[in-house]
């Protein structure tokens, strides 16, 4: 007899297909792309004090293929917190 997998299978397969691919990303190499504030935006756009510290950065994930392999490429942005009383 050569019968059709049945539907339990089918999700379990679906399944263990979606966890080795959240693996796989998972355990992607990672790059940094640290992005510093450009010098004219340094200063508070509200009170024009250039008296800043930084904050936790902002960070956003792309994939890209580089010829053989997938990448994780994470952009790091500085993020500036004026620390004058507003
Ligand atoms: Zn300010």
Known sequence: ???????????????????????????????????VVADHKRACPKCVSDDMTTAEPQERADYGYVPGYFRRRVHRQEVLVCKSPS
């Open 1 to 35: 007899m050569h019968g059709e997998p049945c539907a339990d299978l089918a999700a379990a397969i679906g399944q263990h297909k979606r966890k080795q691919n959240e693996e796989r990303k998972a355990a992607l190499e990672t790059d940094v792309v640290d992005q």
